[in-house]
């Protein structure tokens, strides 16, 4: 079941690629960006999270935290962010289950990979609620980086 605007987002602890447990509540009033992703140092998800990386000053600039989700493990996601300069945190759902509570998973993605985390991006209000909702079903789409763009500054 996928996530929709108005919904509340549903709160999750994760180990980040720094080996530090983070929750979705320590970020309660600030607007947050999730980005979900299937596989770190793959095209289209190095391409997805450069974007942020790229444009993290228009987010520090209106305090919005950024996060990627991702199944890989914490120590894959520790290379990843160390090789592409990432300044927000990576957060490894290795175990599926945010991936899949967020309606993001792919039960069955290329090579015969089981649970994989589909592409998404989700913008959290201050509140707690989802004011942008966006699964992909192809991964090789990126996400409407305009539109989270706006969700924000909304």
Not at 23 to 49: D, N, R, W, Y
Not at 98 to 122: D, M, Q, W
Request: glycine share 6%.
């Amino acid at each position: 079941m996928s996530l929709h605007v108005g919904d509340q987002a549903p709160d999750f602890k994760l180990y980040s690629s720094d080996l530090a447990e983070v929750s979705l509540s320590a970020f309660k009033g600030k607007k947050v960006i999730i980005h979900f992703f299937p596989m770190a140092f793959t095209g289209t998800c190095t391409e997805q999270l450069c974007t942020m990386r790229d444009n993290f000053s228009f987010y520090e600039g209106i305090d919005a935290q950024v996060l990627g989700i991702s199944v890989d493990s914490p120590f894959s996601l520790a290379k990843f962010k160390e090789v592409q300069n990432y300044q927000f945190p990576l957060l490894s759902d290795f175990n599926k289950e945010v991936s899949e509570s967020f309606g993001a998973i792919y039960p069955e993605f290329v090579f015969g990979l089981k649970g994989v985390s589909k592409r998404a991006a989700f913008v959290i209000d201050e509140e707690g609620k989802i004011v942008y909702a966006e699964v992909l079903e192809d991964a090789k789409d990126l996400p409407d980086f305009k539109a989270i763009d706006d969700a924000l500054k909304a």
